[in-house]
């Protein structure tokens, strides 16, 4: 197998096992927040739902990037790694822009606050350690076949460690201090650190 085509293994399996990942983590996140009522831990998920999508993108763009130089692509299409790269910052924007939004609705809403179950600080504790070993598998893997679209997916799987820690954090002082707009105010933090990352 020649150097080019074990690379393109390499990225096509590592964006699978980041997709599957991703869509665990997701799917829990936001059946257990909306079950809990916890608007930060569906954002959470929300965002992990962008994962999914940018770990598709990332196996179409090892697919396209696999296809040999052509009459019309003289010198192949490795261009479409960058390519990949801004649309994942755009994606990641947009869902950054979302998320603001919804919890900017929740604080100015007239409609008296929920406190949000137990079980929300349990399923992003379990998202935390996912995306911990998500992250490094995706950044180890980037950096053994000099790729920016893994190294950079890890760096947002990175980001996704934080905000989840984030969201723990306010889930805590939500307990704690009896406070349900916490976790309004949460999401809303959480976004804007999603708007910086992308």
């Known amino acids: 197998m020649s150097e080019s085509a074990s690379r393109d293994k390499i990225l096509i399996r590592t964006s699978w096992i980041s997709t599957f990942g991703n869509a665990i983590l997701s799917i829990s996140k936001i059946v257990v927040g909306l079950m809990s009522g916890s608007l ?47 649309i994942l910052a755009m994606i990641i924007f947009y869902a950054g822009i979302q998320m603001l939004v919804s919890s900017l609705q929740s604080i100015s809403s007239s409609e008296t606050k929920v406190m949000p179950g137990i079980i929300a600080i349990y399923v992003t504790i379990f998202s935390i350690i996912g995306k ?27 980001n996704d460690v934080i905000i989840s820690l984030g969201v723990l954090v306010g889930l805590l002082f939500t307990f704690v201090l ?17 708007l910086k990352s992308a």
């Open 40 to 86: 930060a831990v569906v954002s959470d998920g929300i965002d992990s739902v962008t994962d999914v999508i940018i770990s598709i993108v990332m196996i179409f763009t090892a697919q396209i990037m696999k296809r040999p130089p052509s009459q019309k692509y003289a010198y192949g299409y490795e261009k479409a790694e960058s390519i990949a790269t801004k």
């Open 132 to 158: 911990v070993v998500l992250s490094y598998y995706q950044y180890r893997q980037g950096k053994k076949v000099n790729s920016s679209m893994l190294t950079a997916n890890a760096v947002n799987m990175r």
């Open 178 to 194: 009896d406070m349900p707009i916490l976790d309004s105010i949460t999401g809303l933090v959480i976004s804007i650190f999603i």
